[in-house]
Each structure stands twice: as structure tokens, then as C-alpha cells.
């Protein structure tokens, strides 16, 4: 049973009532720090912290399964396309990986990969003492996709947000060990070698010592290094950097060359790759944990950065039915090393809007070097954590960068002083518009109550022009500020009116720079569904959820029209909503809301008129042989559990929905099936037997 932090309710003495709350809250926490993630590049809590989130998530959805609902976190990872760079599209995305924090969280992971499979000669090979595994260590630095063709490297490109990235093909050619031929033989004629790019640490200082005396920024840390070295626009200075590669996975390939990451590593040797030394196959939970206490003590006596251990199921047969959940394979996880920590003064609290009028507080803290980056911000994440780490203006406190990233204040030093200080008091109306902020039952936020706050305004703005909504280049978090606060724009169909003489007179502009701008506004007039529901900001649509409506809705034109029709919940269009696999009632309630408010209408009607909305493009048939089908499955499932039928079923192109209709493609019936397969037979819908289901998953 999950166990509560300070302050929060355990989840088996939540009531019904308060566990739909809880879950509330959760799904807007966890989208405001997906959205601070993936977004803007400035996550506000560590990933131990994260990960605790959903895990309370979980194990409440589990104790009250008829409450379950969706969070759709992001995917993506990374960051947008550079400009001066031309974009690539990954042939297969690029994704992150889940983190364990701790060998609870491994032994979880290793219990996880067993539980999913049901036939007992599978489960023989996944048991967690005995399981394959190759553990290697994560490197922190730059992840890149090298392309070769008939053995010749044609392309480097790097991560972006996992599905675009930027061809930096130039440069790459210049880092050390990066093959420019493959050697050997057995390559495929087409292969994506993956792997990181990284800085070795020795010639760091003097790299920055070179920076700051040409009157340039010094970098953070080895990886920035590593991230600005490959992408200088000039690849002659690439050249003079200390970058090397090392080679870990691989995206397209043309033809199957290995049964299983060890074999493929060993390919990658024979071709002419550096593949990591420390890399090492395992056998079963404990034999990984111990590669990760040796890698933690050698950890800084390497000449390269290293935050973890990277553990991947060893055999591609299981790796590739164990697919992936929305954000991340199922078959590897990190295991991060623990974070490192320094002590410091807070100077103020500040508080920051955010785009649903979230009211979140920031400590401002006497500079300090952590980790080898100094900080001076971190985040205090809301009212309840102020009071339960008694967090007072003038307190010496712990900071930490959790995943040698994050600041965050882990504790406060109780000295004589600290009882003297007055304690916080949390503001409880908008810093930025004097509104009056509430906080709902079961929330931990407070939130301005003023929809035409600017703060929220521009957040929304900067949220629709973000990399994984309208990505307009150019168009960065300053500029929609300055264009909001100059009344260039109001909403977002204003972007799409802009002129370039509005823009070149300004400071900073020129007319040359102007026009980019509105070029790339107008490169952007047609957008997929996916992409513009996304953009919409509806509460608890993230992307994975943007892309199950627009995959099931097809138009915006039907979508618009369902949702306007599901506020009368007697309608077909509300349950044909509930019934999409992983849409629950509160996400269904949010969404249908959003186009229930006027001042939302209005909006939608008026980037109608500016731009065209394409609809959603389905997997052809030749790539998905499920493609555009509606299958449900009922009953116990025996070979497979119910989960990795979802899984397979959603690759194979089907949408899973959980009741019978007659525009169900396949009913999938499992032992002691109830009135599923009654209604299916009533309605004429083709039942498949799990025999007949397993022969369509397996091909």
C-alpha cells in the first residue's frame, strides 16, 4: 500500500469522495509539470518527486478502479529544432525513459516486466531473479541518431522532441569515435545507430577558462558543453572540441540484425563503434543493482558525466511486445544516482502565474554552486510543502539538483534564528491582476479566479506556439509577452494576423527578421488535429490524449460537433466519449467544457477563419492491418494479459474502447465473458476467439 508523505492521506483511508479529489489535483499537478518539462525547460520538482506523484496516482486508481482517469503526460523530451538548422523527422521516435530513484523502484520495475506476460513459457524467461538484462551506464550528454546507408554515414540528427530533430550531419562527421564507413559486414543497408555524445571532463575547465576570456557565457556543465559544441553553426569548431560517442540502440533498420541488445552492441563493436566498456549483461534483479553500486563509486573517477544506470530487457522478442505506455518503454528503465546538495540562504518568495492561473511559489536564494552549476531558484511547489518543510524568508536551507538538474529546497536548518522569523503566509489574491485566488476542496494549488488575467493570457499564448503545439519559430516565451503587453496580440488567431511592418520598427526587430517571423507564422497555417488539440490547452489534454480524440474523431469538424453535443449527458456523444480506452469522467468533464464556455467558442471560431485544421492522418493498412478497426476485448484473456492486448491492438492501428456498439470492428472474447459478448452477438459484431486475436497480434 502506497505510503503517504507528510501532510496527504493515505490512500487506504481515502473515501470515495476524497480519492476523486485526490485524483483531481493529481492529474492538474502532474500536467503543470509535464507542461513545465517538456515545454519550457524549467521542471519545478525532482524526478523522485515526480515519479511519487504518479505513483499515488496509481495506487488510487487501483483502490477505487471506477474512478480511474487520464493524465496524458508528454512524450517528448528534448528541445525544439535550433534555428540556423534544417529539421528531421525521426523514423521511429526518439522517447525517454521511466526513472527509478531507489532499488525499491528497480525491484518494482524487474516485478513489472514479469507481471505483464501470462503464458508460462514467458514467464520462465522474465522471472526477476533470473531475467536477462544489460545494464549500461547513462550518460549525460547528447542524444543523436546517425543514418547509414549502404554502410556510409548520410545523416546526424539529434533527439529535438523525440519525434523532430535538427540535422546536424556536419558536425557530427567531425566528433571522435563516429565511423564515417561501417566496417565488417551484416549491417543493415539501412541503419540508425543511436547513442550520446559527450564532453570529457578533463578539458572542460579549460574550455570555459577559453570562453569567459573571449567575453563569452561559461558553460553549466559537461553536457551543455557537449549540446552547444555540436550545435555551433560553423562544424570547424566542433572540430576543436573534445566530443566522442558512444552507441547503445539503434531506430530504422532495413533488415533484423541481432536477437538482443547484447548481440547488437557486439554488432556495434564489429562496425566500428565505441560501445561503453562498463556495459555489462546481467542475470536478475541483484546482479543489476550491483552494477549500479560499482558505477556509483567509480562514478568520479570516469572522464565523462554518467547520472545513472540505464537498465534494458535483454531479448528483443519480449522487448518489443512489452511495447511501450504513452511516455516510455515498458522493457527499460533509468536508475538514477542520488542527487547532490548544498546549503544556502532564501532570500524572498516570489510568486509566478501560470496559464490556469496557478499561483506557485519560487524561492529566491543567495547563489550557490551545486553540483557545478550555480543556483539561485528553486521551487517551493505550493502552500502545503511551505508548511510542512517550515520554510521561512531568511532560513539557511538544503538545496538540491535532484538528477543533477532540478533545484529544489529539500530542508530547512533549524537554528535559534529560525523560530524568530515570521512564518510564510501564503498570498491569497493574484500578484499579477489583485484577484481573488481560491483553492478548490482536495487541491493543493491556489489559483486566480480572473479568466482575462494577463499572466494567464500569455501563458495560454506561450503554450500554443510551444514545440509540440504550433512550434512557430522565432516566436519565443519574450516575445509573445512584449506582443501581449504592446496589444499586438489578444488571443491566438491574432498571431495569424500580424504584419511584418508591425513588428520590424520594434527593438531588437529588423524587417529581415520580420519577415522570418511571419513566414514561419504562415508555415504554420495548416496543422494536424492532434497537434491543434493539443494546442488548445484544454485542462488534462496532453498530448497522448490530444492524439486518442483526434485518432477517434478524425475531424475537428466532428469533434467540435461531439463535444458541443456531449454536455447533455443523455446524448450518444458523452458515453461514445467515456468509451475511448483511457478517457475517464473527469478528463471527459474537462473536455467537453471547454467548448461548453463561450469565450472558448469565440476563440475556435476565429482561428477557424485563420487557419486549416487537417484531419487526423490514420495508419495505412500496408504498416497497420488494424488500422481504422474498433476492437474491445471481454472476458480473462489467457495467453496475454488484458494490458498487452491493449498494447498490441493500439500498434497494430485499433482503438480499444471498453463497451459494444455497432460500429465495433471485433470483439475479443476471453473465459467466463458476460454481456459484452451477449451485446455483440445481438448487434451482429464479429467475435474473435483469443486464439483467432492472437494470430492477428502475432501476424
Not at 24 to 43: C, F, S, V
Not at 161 to 172: F, K, L, Q, S
Not at 372 to 381: E, K, R
Request: net charge neutral; hydrophobic share 40%; with cysteine.
Amino acid at each position: 500500500m502506497s505510503r503517504a508523505p507528510s501532510g496527504e492521506t493515505a490512500v487506504d483511508k481515502l473515501s470515495p469522495a476524497e480519492a476523486k479529489a485526490e485524483l483531481k489535483r493529481l492529474a492538474a499537478e502532474i500536467a503543470r509539470h509535464d507542461n513545465l518539462y517538456h515545454q519550457k525547460d524549467t521542471p519545478e520538482i525532482a524526478d523522485a518527486d515526480y515519479d511519487a506523484l504518479r505513483r499515488r496516482n496509481t495506487a488510487i486508481e487501483m483502490r477505487f478502479p471506477d474512478l480511474v482517469r487520464v493524465d496524458s503526460p508528454s512524450k517528448r523530451v528534448g528541445a525544439p529544432p535550433a534555428g540556423g538548422f534544417a529539421k528531421v523527422r525521426h523514423a521511429h521516435a526518439m522517447l525517454s525513459l521511466e526513472n527509478a530513484m531507489n532499488d525499491n523502484e528497480v525491484r518494482e520495475f524487474f516485478q513489472g516486466v514479469r507481471n505483464f506476460f501470462r503464458d508460462p513459457r514467458d514467464v520462465a524467461r522474465v522471472e526477476p531473479d533470473t531475467i536477462a538484462i544489460m545494464a549500461e551506464p547513462k550518460i549525460d550528454g547528447l542524444s543523436c541518431s546517425l543514418r547509414y546507408e549502404k554502410g556510409r554515414l548520410v545523416l546526424g540528427a539529434t533527439r529535438g522532441d523525440g519525434v523532430t530533430g535538427e540535422d546536424v550531419t556536419a558536425n557530427i562527421r567531425t566528433v571522435k569515435t563516429v565511423p564515417q564507413e561501417l566496417k565488417g559486414k551484416g549491417w543493415p543497408d539501412t541503419i540508425e545507430v543511436r547513442g550520446e555524445v559527450y564532453f570529457v571532463k578533463h578539458l572542460f575547465a579549460e574550455l570555459n577558462a577559453e570562453r569567459v576570456k573571449a567575453g563569452e557565457p561559461a558553460f553549466a556543465n559537461p553536457r551543455n558543453a557537449a549540446a552547444g559544441s555540436l550545435r555551433q553553426l560553423d562544424p570547424a569548431v566542433t572540430a576543436t572540441r573534445p566530443l566522442y560517442f558512444f552507441a547503445y540502440a539503434w531506430g530504422e533498420a532495413s533488415k533484423g540484425f541481432a536477437n538482443s541488445h547484447s548481440d547488437a552492441l557486439a554488432k556495434f563493436k564489429e562496425w566500428g563503434f565505441a560501445i561503453n566498456p562498463l556495459s555489462k549483461l546481467c542475470h536478475g534483479v541483484d546482479a543489476a543493482l550491483n552494477v549500479h553500486a560499482k558505477l556509483a563509486e567509480q562514478r568520479a573517477s570516469l572522464d565523462y558525466d554518467i547520472d545513472g544506470v540505464v537498465y534494458k530487457v535483454n531479448d528483443l522478442d519480449l522487448e518489443e511486445r512489452l511495447g511501450f505506455v504513452s511516455r516510455a518503454p515498458r522493457w527499460a528503465i533509468a536508475h538514477k544516482f542520488p542527487a547532490e546538495q548544498a546549503r544556502t540562504v532564501l532570500k524572498a518568495i516570489e510568486i509566478q502565474v501560470g496559464r490556469q492561473g496557478t499561483l506557485t511559489p519560487v524561492a529566491k536564494l543567495e547563489p550557490v554552486t551545486v553540483g557545478g552549476v550555480v543556483v539561485s531558484n528553486a521551487t517551493l511547489h505550493n502552500e502545503d510543502e511551505i508548511a510542512r518543510k517550515d520554510v521561512r524568508v531568511g532560513d539557511t536551507v538544503i538545496v538540491q539538483r535532484a538528477g543533477d538538474v532540478i533545484p529544489q529546497i529539500v530542508g530547512v536548518i533549524e537554528d535559534a534564528a529560525h523560530a524568530k522569523r515570521p512564518k510564510y503566509k501564503f498570498p491569497h489574491e493574484c500578484p499579477e491582476c489583485g484577484s481573488p485566488a481560491v483553492r478548490e476542496e482536495g487541491e493543493a494549488a491556489w489559483r486566480c479566479t480572473n479568466f482575462t488575467c494577463p499572466a494567464q493570457a500569455v501563458e495560454r499564448l506561450k503554450h500554443f506556439v510551444s514545440r509540440d503545439a504550433f512550434d512557430i519559430e522565432g516566436m519565443g516565451e519574450k516575445h509573445i509577452a512584449e506582443f501581449w503587453q504592446d496589444k499586438l496580440i489578444r488571443s491566438p488567431a491574432d498571431i495569424f494576423r500580424l504584419k511584418a511592418k508591425q513588428i520590424e520598427e520594434r527593438e531588437g526587430w529588423g524587417k529581415l527578421s520580420a519577415q522570418k517571423l511571419i513566414a514561419a507564422i504562415a508555415s504554420r497555417k495548416t496543422m494536424p488535429l492532434d497537434r491543434f488539440i493539443y494546442a488548445l490547452g484544454i485542462p488534462q489534454t496532453g498530448e497522448a490524449t490530444a492524439k486518442l480524440l483526434a485518432r477517434h474523431y478524425r475531424s475537428f469538424t466532428r469533434f467540435r460537433t461531439a463535444m458541443t453535443t456531449a454536455k447533455d449527458k443523455d446524448s450518444a456523444a458523452w458515453p461514445e466519449l467515456l468509451n475511448l480506452h483511457g478517457i475517464g469522467e473527469d478528463t471527459a468533464a474537462d473536455v467537453v467544457g471547454f467548448f461548453g464556455e463561450r469565450h472558448n467558442r469565440k476563440v475556435l471560431d476565429e482561428l477557424e477563419a485563420e487557419i486549416d485544421i487537417s484531419d487526423y492522418a490514420a495508419p495505412t493498412a500496408g504498416n497497420a492491418p488494424l488500422a481504422g478497426k474498433t476492437i474491445v476485448f471481454t472476458g480473462e484473456l489467457q495467453a496475454m494479459s488484458r494490458k498487452e492486448a491493449t498494447t498490441r491492438a493500439e500498434a497494430l492501428g485499433a482503438t480499444v474502447t471498453s463497451s459494444v456498439s455497432a460500429k465495433t470492428s471485433y470483439v475479443v472474447v476471453g473465459a467466463a465473458a458476460g454481456s459484452k459478448a451477449t451485446k455483440a452477438k445481438a448487434l451482429g459484431v464479429q467475435m474473435l476467439t483469443e486464439d483467432e486475436w492472437l494470430k492477428l497480434a502475432r501476424g
